[in-house]
């Protein structure tokens, strides 16, 4: 018998089991919608609720010995289907019972606009959903204005892409209220007939954008021609047709199996992150439930005047409306004159909204409200992978005794403040100038030089996927925010490993998306920067090329993040002269790392320079981390010198660990075990709270 077919049946058996309680779990979620649709006083999200949820469910998932990131991954998708099926009772239509809706969509069945148009009905209660695709967009919006289709779902933007005209156009100048939103995160696949291969193939077809955003992909098959669709899903249904096995096309994994293709590669995209948004638009206006976030978007034309458009954003500001978008469009009866579409948060009919909209009125010289509709703003975060598990990852270690004795209740100390310094003249970007707040650096949604002291972990350097798997898996149960791992090394000896360069950079990134960790990673050369850029969420320039001017003004001219660290015998005024290169270049996203510095002292690698935390923030607005495992070179000194560095004012750690630091090819000595990990969090909790900050 065959030894797999066993343990199958009862997978099979299991899922069953999964779907099945699934559906008794939604079942109670439904009644909790059904009581809150009742009760306009009970609020629809319940966060304390469901931070207890999450706590509970790691908790019970650490028990089991699985992974509380994974199982935390799978929670947060339930709760999200939950939200969103509640939905139901908070529409008109639920009161009206289930109707049968036509939208319109362009493209054919199992387009992204047609697996979007799925994606929001799915949770409206509505009695049939008849999807109808149209050749172009000025087609759906002829035939929602003729009544052929009661919606139209149109793409607005693509995180790639960005804002698509036509559309915008088409709001601008057609009769149309925007009545929801939807996004779709876009995965493309290589779909060819079943049995063939990518090897063989001669041309791969696709809609002209996503032939664009896989080009790193087809440079990789030779001799392969790219061909034009006039839709992704268009060019999966020729493929199909036509019957031959040197042709495959670019589109959805939905798509593949409308049309009984194969998926031969997946996720082939040049950026990770590939999100649509669209917009639900219809005839008339609809309520919904006031308590569910909203957005609005409007649009409106102003003379050819002296800071009209400022004017115009201060009435946001001072009624303390968050703009979402701000998108500007050629007035094609007036030329150089433009229509300006706004998207801000909250509806047009709560009373502050509405008087933001009638000061608006006195400066502009037409104003259009497109709508109010809810929006789906937390998920298009979610998918861009910016919004983390909520969950509260705490190491499952024993407290240490150090934890015990400092959570004496003695008055909170905190770091002390330091005062603005007269520096440099010619450092003129970096300086902190009196009363100028704290830059915070934005690393793909993680928030360096804020309250929260930021951990980045992770090992020296990436040595195969395995081993760059369990550090990533390491890092998130450790706790931290971004991930660390060289894939280019500077090694002091030629012998040494050296890196695996764009293939170690290459795992790194795929252990930090399975992670949710953005990842930071060195680069060498100024001709890499462009490559490294586009893979890392942060760059890091090391300590041997912190004066390495050619490759500070490279990283200058990148939209990456830079962590700069401390050359090991730069003073801290170079330091911030290499920071100054760095933001001179246009680049105003610098970390500063004071990573130890090389003395006479010969008990440690180099010697941390501590004092330097609270001078450099006195000197300069930029935020400042410590990596101590450079600076002591010992795994046993990380933790003291990790809870000093916290103490004196440090924004966060730089750590390395290792899933096996007995087997590491770089800095075995100094890397950090889980145990470790687990000790240093603990350890550095209290230190982190007494300084005033989270961790
Ligand atoms: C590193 O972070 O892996 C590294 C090489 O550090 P440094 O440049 O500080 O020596
Ligand atoms: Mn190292």
């Not at 990131?69 to 709760?79: D, F, P, Q, S, T």
């Not at 992150?273 to 206006?285: D, M």
């Not at 709560?350 to 608006?360: G, T």
């Not at 760059?539 to 700069?564: C, D, H, S, W, Y």
Request: proline fraction near 5%.
């Amino acid at each position: 018998m065959d030894p797999l077919s066993k343990p199958r049946d009862q997978i099979d058996h299991l899922d069953r089991e999964l779907v099945r309680i699934l559906a008794e779990r939604l079942d109670a979620v439904r009644a909790i919608g059904q009581a809150k649709s009742r009760d306009p006083s009970v609020p629809l999200r319940d966060e304390e609720r469901e931070r207890a949820l999450f706590a509970a469910w790691a908790r019970t998932a650490e028990e089991q010995g699985l992974s509380s990131y994974y199982a935390g991954r799978v929670l947060r998708e339930i709760l999200n289907w939950s939200r969103r099926d509640q939905e139901r009772f908070l529409e008109p239509a639920a009161q009206n019972g289930p109707r049968a809706v036509r939208v319109g969509y362009q493209g054919v069945p199992m387009s992204y606009s047609d697996l979007a148009a799925q994606k929001l009905f799915a949770t409206r209660d509505v009695g049939r959903l008849e999807r109808i695709g149209y050749r172009g967009f000025a087609a759906v919006v002829d035939a929602l204005e003729a009544g052929e289709v009661d919606y139209a779902l149109l793409p607005i933007e693509n995180t790639i892409a960005g804002s698509i005209d036509e559309v915008y156009d088409l709001l601008g100048s057609r009769r149309m209220t925007i009545v929801g939103e939807e996004v779709w995160s876009v995965e493309h696949c290589l779909l060819g007939l079943p049995g063939s291969r990518a090897e063989d193939l001669r041309v791969v077809r696709s809609h002209p954008v996503a032939l664009l955003q896989c080009t790193r992909f087809l440079e990789g098959l030779v001799g392969v021609r790219s061909e034009s669709f006039h839709d992704t899903a268009g060019a999966a249904e020729a493929v199909a047709r036509d019957g031959d096995r040197h042709v495959a096309a670019i589109a959805s994994e939905e798509a593949g199996r409308e049309y009984g293709l194969e998926v031969l590669r997946r996720d082939i995209s040049n950026q990770p992150v590939n999100i649509t948004r669209f917009l639900l638009l219809a005839r008339n206006k609809e309520s919904f439930d006031a308590r569910r976030p909203a957005k609005t978007s409007l649009y409106f034309s102003l003379n050819h005047r002296h800071g009209a458009l400022l004017e115009c954003l201060m009435v946001f500001e001072a009624h303390a409306l968050n703009l979402t978008k701000l998108e500007s469009r050629p007035r094609p009866e007036a030329a150089w004159e433009y229509m300006f579409y706004v998207d801000f948060e909250g509806h047009a009919d709560e009373p502050n909204a509405a008087a933001a909209l009638e000061a608006l009125r006195a400066h502009t010289n037409h104003l259009q409200v497109l709508g109010s509709y809810p929006r789906r703003a937390e998920e298009g975060l979610e998918l861009a992978g910016r919004a983390r598990v909520p969950v509260d990852v705490q190491p499952v270690a024993a407290p240490s005794a150090l934890d015990a004795r400092t959570r004496s209740p003695d008055a909170p100390l905190k770091v002390p403040a330091c005062p603005a310094v007269k520096t440099n003249p010619a450092l003129k970007l970096v300086t902190r100038r009196e009363g100028q707040p704290r830059t915070i650096v934005d690393v793909s949604g993680v928030a360096v030089g804020g309250e929260r002291f930021v951990l980045v972990l992770g090992p020296c350097a990436v040595e195969n996927r395995a081993q760059v798997n369990a550090a990533a898996e390491m890092c998130k149960n450790g706790g931290a925010s971004l991930m660390r791992g060289g894939a280019f090394k500077p090694r002091t000896s030629p012998y040494a490993f050296q890196g695996l360069g764009f293939e170690g950079l290459e795992y790194l990134r795929e252990a930090g998306r399975a992670f949710e960790l953005p990842i930071v990673t060195e680069v060498l050369h100024p001709e890499d920067v462009e490559r490294v850029a586009e893979r890392a969420d942060m760059l890091q320039i090391g300590a041997r090329n912190m004066q390495n001017f050619a490759l500070l003004k490279e990283v200058g001219r990148t939209r990456r993040p830079v962590l700069l660290k401390r050359g090991m015998s730069a003073t801290i005024e170079e330091l911030l002269l290499a920071a100054e290169y760095v933001l001179a270049g246009g680049n105003q996203r610098v970390i500063l790392c004071e990573r130890g510095i090389r003395t006479f002292e010969t008990a440690t690698r180099n010697t941390l320079d501590v004092s330097a935390i609270p001078v450099l923030k006195g000197m300069t607005h930029l935020p400042v981390i410590v990596d101590p495992s450079h600076a002591a070179g010992r795994r046993d000194l990380v933790v003291p010198l990790s809870l000093a560095a916290a103490a004196a004012g440090a924004d966060g750690l730089i750590v390395e660990c290792h899933p096996n630091p007995a087997e590491a090819l770089c800095d075995k000595d100094q890397a950090l075990t889980s145990a470790d990990v687990a000790d240093l969090v603990a350890r550095l909790r209290p230190v982190v709270a007494a300084v005033g900050r989270t961790l």
